[in-house]
């Protein structure tokens, strides 16, 4: 597993603007400050126990996971750079972790990932996107970042 340095991560963030938020349902939460090592190891604690035995340990998702299975769910994706989670914007990644697929995608919509609301606080789903990100190439994390500021300033 490759782990971007700290310092990058940071510098990655502060690039596109310092404070990043996820927001949902009038909730923010703010990711400012919290690429800490402490933060990442709590993430990655919070990941093994709720997240890798879907995802992987290695973030390497399930096998086939752009075919559908014969239930016609998705298997869970990866979330290291050769999955789509980058391709989400912060307040995405969040909703969907912590109120399910459904939240962004409709009521409809089947999937095996439950949502993590009354499971995970909000801050212990903050860690486990710190540290997922945390282990993305520098390219990636800009070009999410640039996602997440986008998708902010069209909210606004």
């Known amino acids: 597993m490759r782990f ?24 923010e939460a703010a990711l ?3 690429a800490t090592p402490e933060r990442i190891a709590q993430g990655k604690a919070v990941y093994t126990e709720h997240c890798a035995s879907c995802h992987g340990v290695d ?4 096998p086939d996971w752009r075919a559908r299975k014969p239930d016609g769910r998705l298997p869970a994706p990866p979330h290291d750079p050769s999955g789509h989670t980058w ?19 409709g009521a409809g919509y089947q999937s095996d990932m439950p949502g993590f ?9 903050i860690d486990v ?25 069209n909210a606004s």
């Open 4 to 27: 971007v340095p700290l310092a990058i991560f940071v510098a990655a963030v502060a690039a596109v603007g310092g404070t990043v938020l996820y927001r949902n349902t009038g909730q």
């Open 32 to 34: 400012d400050g919290a």
């Open 59 to 62: 973030l390497e998702g399930q």
């Open 87 to 105: 391709h989400h914007p912060d307040q995405v990644l969040f909703a969907v972790t912590k109120y399910g697929p459904q939240a962004t995608a």
């Open 117 to 125: 609301e009354g499971v995970l606080t909000d801050q212990e789903i």
């Open 129 to 153: 996107l710190t540290y997922i990100k945390s282990t993305w190439p520098v390219e990636i994390l800009q070009e999410q970042a640039r996602r997440t500021k986008l998708s902010q300033q």
